[in-house]
């Protein structure tokens, strides 16, 4: 079955660090990743995606990917945190569907970023 | 660009009554629009997936005669919840994919329904 894991329901991280959210894929194909992140009542906000080429994608707010195809990994990465990073983060894979496709979603990964 | 625009935001409704959700693509047209719902903290449910002009294709155990998904134009599609019962109470969010195969999908504000 094809499906999108994120193993950490949240991720606590102090500003000015780095962060990293994980996200592993399990499709057939080649798989096409997304990152996106959700503020309270708020609908979802790309912040990057990988199709193809690079195995690093750079995306909005300073967010950049590292797509892993021995490990199925493509998380989801950040130098520097700030306080206003703090929302849920979702990873996605497109899945070929009726006339084009659709995204599973991971579970999310609630990130909080402290001063 | 690439805006999606939903309405009402916020709706409360008794039980048993019917509420339409609208979805609209602002400044592009939109082939494919999708139908999630969302539980606190959760993520994202695929209800259904509506092609303009021909009808929705529902996920399984979506009730499609309860949850009406209706793809008019290019630019607008609608879900009705009827028959609205309490654990219908949910966040409701769409999202459209452009006609040019970006692969994108862009993503409503979403709605939060209340049945009381």
């Known amino acids: 079955a094809q499906s999108v894991a994120q193993p950490e329901d949240q991720v606590n991280v102090a500003e000015g660090n780095p962060l990293t959210v994980k996200c592993t894929y399990s499709?057939?194909?080649?798989?096409?990743l997304f990152w996106y992140v959700q503020y309270p009542n708020r609908g979802l906000q790309f912040l990057l995606k990988y199709i193809t080429g690079d195995n690093l994608v750079k995306g909005s707010y300073g967010f950049e990917a590292e797509f892993n195809k021995s490990q199925t990994s493509f998380h989801l990465k950040k130098p520097s945190a700030l306080v206003s990073d703090s929302a849920l983060y979702f990873c996605a894979v497109r899945v070929y569907y009726n006339q084009g496709g659709k995204l599973i979603f991971g579970q999310g990964t609630e990130l909080s970023v402290k001063p | 660009g690439a805006v999606v625009s939903q309405h009402p935001s916020r709706v409360i409704c008794k039980s048993g009554t019917s509420v339409k959700i609208e979805c609209r693509s602002l400044?592009?047209?939109?082939?494919?629009m999708f139908w999630y719902r969302q539980f606190p903290k959760k993520s994202l449910m695929l209800m259904a997936t509506s092609n303009e002009g021909s009808k929705a294709t529902y996920e399984q155990g979506v009730e499609k005669d309860k949850f009406l998904i209706n793809h008019a134009s290019l630019t607008l599609s609608t879900l009705t919840v009827t028959s609205a019962h309490p654990e219908d109470s949910s966040f409701y969010i769409c999202?459209?994919?452009?006609?040019?195969?970006?692969?994108?999908?862009?993503f409503g504000p979403g709605t939060r329904l209340t049945v009381t």
């Open positions: 999202s459209a994919r452009t006609t040019g195969g970006g692969y994108e999908q862009y």
């Open positions: 400044d592009f047209q939109a082939t494919t």
């Open positions: 499709v057939s194909g080649n798989p096409y």
